[in-house]
């Protein structure tokens, strides 16, 4: 599964972004250069379709869900730091609602 869940993000991101596992069964996608909130709403919601796609390992088909969180943030002194953890906390904010979705954070 986290193998599938890995070669989905990196299908969705562009040739310049950056997806990571970053622990468990959370994963990291870094990606700089995004013009505005709409090219970020539209990258999110191509994530969020690309894992919600069926897998069908030994001719059982699972779906996985996923909940994603977004941090933003022009701020050039922002630390990486800083961005994981405003995308953790948009992330378990959308968790406590029991739905599959996503959330922005932004660091303005």
Known sequence: MLVETAARLRAAIRASDTA???GGDEFLVVCEGLADAAET???????????????????????????????LTDDPSATPDELVRAADTSMLAIKKTRTNSAATKSLR
């Open 20 to 22: 990571a596992r970053y």
């Open 41 to 71: 709403a539209e990258l999110r919601d191509r994530l969020a379709a690309e894992l919600a796609q069926p897998i069908a390992p030994d001719d059982q088909q699972l779906r996985l869900s996923a909940t994603i969180g977004v941090a």
